[in-house]
C-alpha cells in the first residue's frame, strides 16, 4: 500500500507543483492537519501553509482513494458470490463515503475544519486501500483453493493407481485438510477489516504454498475450523451435530426394524404381499441390466430404491451386488460434466446404496471428489445451500446422508458437515412446510420430495435426539390432499409439470404421526405405483376423506372444492424462485375436464430462460400466457406479489394492486358454486388502462356476443361476461406456442381499451 506522501508525489501534475507539495507536507499549520498528510507529527517549521494549499494536497489524497476503488472493481467478477458482494457493498459504501468527505473538504473554512477533514480523508484512504488490498487478497485465495484442490485430487489419483503408497497419501491428505483451514482464517481475516479504516494485514497462507506442493513437512491446522482435502474448511462442531448410523443394518430411508415390520404387513396381507412379490421381480429384473455410465446416471436415483427393496427385504444377492459396483462406479466418475444439481442426486443415491449393501472403500473419494467441493458452497455462503429453494433442500439432504454414510471414521468432520446441512437447510424446510405448499410450483414440490424424505427417515437412526429442530411435515401432507383438483393432479403454476405430487414425504409424515388419513391418500398412491419407501414406511390408512377447500398464503394459492369439481386462485409472489407472471390466475376442474391450461415451460434448453431479463421475453412465463387479468402487452412487475385470502369457505380473492401499478384498486375474487364458478374483476385507476381478460384452454371456442363457449371431451363450459365496458371486442387467438402436453392451445381474450374503472364479472357454468 502506498502512503499518502507517496500518493501525492506521484500525483503532483494535478495544478500543484511537486516541489510545492514536498514543501506542504514539510510545513505544518497547526501541527495537525499536515502531520497527517506526511503520515507523522513532525516539528513547526516557520512557514505555514495556507487553507488552499492544505485543501490542494487533500484533494491528492482523496483523488488517489478513488483510484483504489477504481482498481478494487475488476477483482469482483473473479470471487465467489458472498465475497463478491462484500467487496462491491464496500466499494459502493466507501466511493459514497469519499464523496462526502471531499464535500466536507470543500466546505472547510477554517483550520478547525480542515484538521477535521484531514483526519477523515486519511481514513478514507486507508479504507479505500483496504478495500482494493482484499479485493485482491480473496482473489488470491481462490487461485490458493485451486491449487489445494489440485494437490488433492492427484494423491487421490496416486493411490487409486497404486503410485503412492497409503502412508504418503495420509500425509498428502493432512497438508491439504490443514491448508483449507490456513486459506478460512485468511478469508475471515480479509472480510473482517474490509470497509474498515485499519490497514489491510497480509495472507498468511501463502507462506505454507511451497509446503503444500512440493508435499513434504506438516502444514499447522487452525483451531476452530474442520479442513476437508479438495474443498473447503468448515467451523467445527460440537460432538452432539456427529451423525452416527446402526452397524446391525441400514440407516439410510429405513432400517431394520422398518424392513421387519414391512414384511410382516406383508404375510398378514394377501394383495400386499402380491405387491411385495412383483417388486422383488422388478428388482431381479433390474439387477440383470447393465447400463453404460450416461446411461446410468439418468436412471441412477429410482434404480437404488428398486434394487435396495431386492436387497433388504428379499435378500436378493445380485441386487446387492449391483448396488455395491454402480455406486462404486457413479463415485469413482466424479461429478464432472454434470451440474451440481444432478451431482447431489447421484450423492444422495450413491450414498444410500453403499449404506444399504454395506459397501466399503469409496471414502476417500467421496470427500476428495463429492464432499470436498460441496463444503466450499457453505464457504462461500453460495445460495446454492441457504436460500429457501428445491435447490438448497437438494444439496443438504445428500450433504447429511453421505456425510453420515462416508465419514465415519472422520467424526469431526462428520459434525461440522451435518451441522452446516442441518442449518442451511431451514429456509427451504420453511418454504415448503409453512402452509405445505411452495412457490416454486408443484413441480419443484416434487424435485425435491425424495431428498427431503429420505433425510426425515434418516435423522432418527443418526441420532438419539435431533441437535436442530425439523419442522413437521404435516401441512405438507394437507397440501398435497387438498391442493389438488378431483383426479388428484395439481394445478401446475410456475416452472411446473402436470405430473402427479410424489407421496414420499406424505408417506413419512403418515407414518410418523400416525395419520390415517394421510395414510389413505398414500396407499391409493401406492397402489397406482409401488415404491420401496411406501413400503417400508407403511403405516394403517383409515378411510380417504373428502377434499377440504383451503388458502395456502405462502404459497400464493386458494383451493376451492366441491364434489367432482375445483377451482383455484393464484397469488403469490412474482420474484420467487422459477415464478411465472401469473397473479391472478384461475384454474377450473368439472365434468372431468380441466377447462383452464397453464401453459408449462419452454424447452428446458431455451436459451437464458434462468436468467433475468432473457427469461420474460419467452412467452410461457410471461403474464400473457396465463388466465388472468392484464394490462395489453405488459407483463406484471417482476417484483409484485398479490395476497391470496378466502372470505368464505367457497370463495378467495387476491389483491392485484402491484400487478396494476397505479392502480387504487385491482381486486379478483372467484366464487365456486355447484352450478357455477364466478370471477369478478374490479379494477380502479386515474389513468386509462387497456385491460385484457384472458383464459387459456386447450378446449374447442366459439364466440357470442357476450360469451364463449368451450368444448372438449364432449363436455361444454360457458364463459359468460356481465359488466364489459362500452368498446370492449372478445375474440379467440391461437397461443404461439402449445401445451406442456404438446397440444394447441387457444386464448379468449376480452379486450377492454382505456379504462378507468371496471366491475367485470366472468361466470362459467
Known amino acids: 500500500m502506498k502512503s499518502p506522501i507517496k500518493s501525492i508525489v506521484s500525483l503532483g501534475p494535478g495544478g500543484t507543483s511537486i516541489a510545492r507539495l514536498r514543501r506542504l507536507c514539510c510545513s505544518v499549520a497547526t501541527g495537525t492537519t499536515l502531520a497527517l498528510l506526511a503520515g507523522a507529527v513532525v516539528a513547526s517549521p516557520a512557514s505555514a501553509a495556507t487553507l488552499s494549499e492544505q485543501r490542494a494536497a487533500l484533494r491528492q489524497i482523496t483523488y488517489a482513494a478513488g483510484q483504489d476503488y477504481v482498481n478494487a472493481r475488476p477483482f469482483v467478477a473473479e470471487l465467489a458470490r458472498r465475497n463478491a458482494l462484500t467487496v462491491k457493498n464496500a466499494i459502493a459504501s466507501g466511493t459514497a463515503s469519499l464523496k462526502a468527505a471531499g464535500d466536507e473538504l470543500t466546505a472547510a473554512k477554517t483550520q478547525e475544519a480542515m484538521d477535521a477533514v484531514a483526519t477523515r480523508i486519511r481514513d478514507e484512504a486507508t479504507r479505500a486501500a483496504t478495500v482494493r488490498k482484499v479485493a485482491k487478497q480473496l482473489t488470491i485465495l481462490v487461485d490458493l483453493r485451486t491449487a489445494q484442490q489440485g494437490v488433492a485430487t492427484k494423491a487421490l489419483s496416486d493411490l487409486s493407481a497404486a503410485r503412492i503408497t497409503l502412508t504418503t497419501y495420509s500425509g498428502s491428505k493432512e497438508r491439504t485438510s490443514s491448508f483449507t483451514t490456513q486459506l478460512a482464517a485468511d478469508t475471515a481475516v480479509q472480510l473482517g477489516v474490509i470497509g474498515k479504516a485499519v490497514p489491510a494485514p497480509d495472507l498468511k497462507s501463502t507462506l505454507w504454498l511451497s509446503t503444500l506442493q512440493l508435499g513434504s513437512g506438516p502444514i499447522p491446522a487452525l483451531p476452530g475450523w474442520v479442513g476437508f482435502p479438495g474443498g473447503c474448511a468448515l467451523p467445527s462442531a460440537s460432538s452432539t451435530f456427529t451423525p452416527i448410523l446402526p452397524v446391525d443394518g441400514p440407516g439410510v430411508g429405513t432400517s431394520k426394524q422398518l424392513v421387519a415390520s414391512a414384511k410382516t404387513r406383508q404375510s398378514a396381507d394377501a394383495a400386499l404381499g402380491s405387491v411385495h412379490a412383483q417388486m422383488l421381480r422388478s428388482a431381479t429384473a433390474e439387477a440383470s441390466r447393465t447400463m453404460p455410465l450416461g446411461e446410468l446416471r439418468d436412471a441412477y436415483v429410482p434404480r437404488v430404491a428398486r434394487l435396495g427393496y431386492g436387497w433388504l427385504s428379499g435378500s436378493d444377492t445380485a441386487s446387492r451386488n449391483v448396488l455395491i459396483s454402480e455406486a462404486k462406479g457413479i463415485l469413482s466418475a466424479g461429478p464432472e460434466d454434470m451440474d451440481t444439481l444432478q451431482s447431489s442426486h447421484l450423492l444422495l443415491a450413491a450414498s444410500t446404496a453403499t449404506n444399504w449393501s454395506k459397501s466399503t472403500g469409496m471414502e476417500e473419494t467421496a470427500l476428495v471428489r463429492w464432499l470436498g467441493p460441496q463444503t466450499c458452497l457453505y464457504a462461500d455462503g453460495e445460495n446454492f445451500v441457504d436460500a429457501p429453494t428445491n435447490i438448497a433442500a437438494i444439496h443438504n439432504a445428500a450433504n447429511f446422508v453421505a456425510a453420515s454414510v462416508f465419514l465415519k471414521k472422520s467424526p469431526a468432520r462428520a459434525a461440522a458437515l451435518a451441522k452446516e446441512s442441518l442449518t442451511s437447510i431451514q429456509p427451504a424446510l420453511g418454504l415448503i412446510t409453512t402452509d405445505g405448499g411452495t412457490q416454486e410450483g408443484p413441480g419443484y414440490w416434487t424435485y425435491q420430495s425424495r431428498a427431503i424424505s429420505v433425510l426425515y427417515s434418516t435423522l432418527p437412526n443418526a441420532y438419539v435426539t435431533v441437535p436442530v429442530k425439523m419442522p413437521t411435515l404435516a401441512k405438507v401432507s394437507g397440501y398435497a390432499m387438498n391442493s389438488t383438483d378431483p383426479d388428484n393432479r395439481p394445478t401446475p403454476f410456475a416452472d411446473a409439470s402436470p405430473a402427479e405430487l410424489s407421496p414420499l414425504m406424505p408417506a413419512w409424515d403418515a407414518h410418523v404421526r400416525k395419520d390415517p388419513a394421510v395414510a389413505a391418500w398414500v396407499a391409493d398412491k401406492f397402489k397406482q405405483k409401488p415404491d420401496a419407501y411406501l413400503m417400508w414406511w407403511g403405516s394403517p390408512a383409515g378411510v380417504l376423506p373428502p377434499k377440504k377447500s383451503a388458502v395456502y398464503s405462502k404459497t400464493g394459492l386458494a383451493a376451492l372444492h366441491l364434489p367432482a369439481s375445483t377451482a383455484t386462485l393464484k397469488g403469490g409472489v412474482n420474484s420467487a424462485n422459477h415464478a411465472h407472471l401469473d397473479l391472478g390466475t384461475v384454474s377450473f376442474f368439472r365434468r372431468g375436464v380441466q377447462w383452464s391450461v397453464d401453459p408449462g415451460t419452454p424447452d428446458g434448453s431455451a436459451p437464458g430462460y434462468y436468467s433475468e431479463p432473457t427469461r420474460w421475453t419467452y412467452w410461457k412465463p410471461g403474464t400473457s400466457a396465463h388466465s388472468t387479468l392484464m394490462v395489453q402487452g405488459v407483463n406484471q412487475p417482476t417484483g409484485a406479489s398479490a395476497r391470496v385470502t378466502a372470505p368464505t369457505t367457497s370463495s378467495a380473492a387476491v389483491d392485484l394492486r402491484q400487478a396494476f401499478p397505479g392502480s387504487s384498486a385491482a381486486t ?84 377492454m381499451p382505456q379504462v378507468k374503472s371496471l366491475a367485470l364479472t366472468t361466470s362459467a357454468y
Open 668 to 751: 379478483r375474487s372467484v366464487t365456486h358454486g355447484s352450478s357455477a364458478m364466478v370471477v369478478k374483476d374490479v379494477i380502479r385507476s386515474d389513468k386509462p388502462l387497456d385491460l385484457v381478460w384472458q383464459w387459456v384452454t386447450d378446449a374447442s371456442v366459439s364466440l357470442g356476443s357476450d360469451r364463449a363457449v368451450l368444448r372438449r371431451s364432449g363436455q361444454t363450459l360457458v364463459l359468460r361476461f356481465a359488466g364489459a365496458p362500452a368498446g370492449s371486442s372478445l375474440t379467440a387467438v391461437p397461443a404461439p406456442e402449445t401445451g406442456p402436453d404438446g397440444q394447441p392451445l387457444t386464448i379468449v381474450k376480452l379486450s
